[in-house]
T-cell receptor
Framework: NAGVTQTPKFQVLKTGQSMTLQCAQDMNHEYMSWYRQDPGMGLRLIHYSVGAGITDQGEVPNGYNVSRSTTEDFPLRLLSAAPSQTSVYFC????????????FGPGTRLTVT | QQPVQSPQAVILREGEDAVINCSSSKALYSVHWYRQKHGEAPVFLMILLKGGEQKGHEKISASFNEKKQQSSLYLTASQLSYSGTYFCGTAGGGADGLTFGKGTHLIIQP
């Protein structure tokens, strides 16, 4: 099992550009989520999904879109990148978000200039 | 809302004990604890469920007071490898995902 994979590992964008951060898991987990991590702010939930075709907003969803067309994949789209979106992004998956261990991907370090 | 963790940082000597606290303003179904080393992804430590069930795989203990919506993580006889940032995550009864606190930085000195 590869677990949770994220691509790319590093990315530099210019303000206004769009891009998609990829996340995939091979554990047949129903729950997937995206977090951003900024110094002193902890892990903040952006969007999450409790199954294919179902997504919902977390604490900081503005500027991001998600979709979940398959159980395995949960891409995060930045529509028009802003310097405030400079952060480390983690994708995570689990059987359920309440009762099971979250498996985190290695993270994507994004810089918006 | 993010759960609140305290303290923000702790510096210990090897072998000393530490307690990290986590509190929430909402009714909780479960509390999760993770540790993150610099430059790495968070790693699972333990889950505490409403009703008393605990799941974990390290020699670290924790408590969960459902009525007060609080949890504490107990690190006894700390080792150098315990250094890192500890996060608590909380899940309520609704479908609102798992939210994490801002973290507690733990430094263990020899």
């Amino acid at each position: 099992n590869a677990g949770v994979t994220q691509t790319p590992k590093f990315q530099v964008l210019k303000t206004g550009q769009s891009m998609t951060l990829q996340c995939a898991q091979d554990m047949n987990h129903e729950y997937m989520s995206w977090y951003r991590q900024d110094p002193g702010m902890g892990l903040r939930l952006i969007h999450y999904s409790v199954g294919a075709g179902i997504t919902d907003q977390g604490e900081v969803p503005n500027g991001y879109n998600v979709s979940r067309s398959t159980t395995e994949d949960f891409p995060l789209r930045l529509l028009s990148a802003a310097p405030s979106q400079t952060s480390v992004y983690f994708c995570a998956s689990s059987r359920t978000f309440r009762s099971h261990e979250q498996y985190f991907g290695p993270g994507t370090r994004l810089t918006v200039t | 809302q993010q759960p609140v963790q305290s303290p923000q940082a702790v510096i210990l000597r090897e072998g000393e004990d530490a307690v990290i606290n986590c509190s929430s303003s909402k009714a909780l179904y479960s509390v999760h604890w993770y540790r993150q080393k610099h430059g790495e992804a968070p790693v699972f430590l333990m889950i505490l469920l409403k009703g008393g069930e605990q799941k974990g795989h390290e020699k670290i203990s924790a408590s969960f007071n459902e009525k007060k919506q609080q949890s504490s993580l107990y690190l006894t006889a700390s080792q150098l490898s315990y250094s890192g940032t500890y996060f608590c995550g909380t899940a309520g009864g609704g479908a609102d995902g798992l939210t994490f606190g801002k973290g507690t930085h733990l430094i263990i000195q020899p």
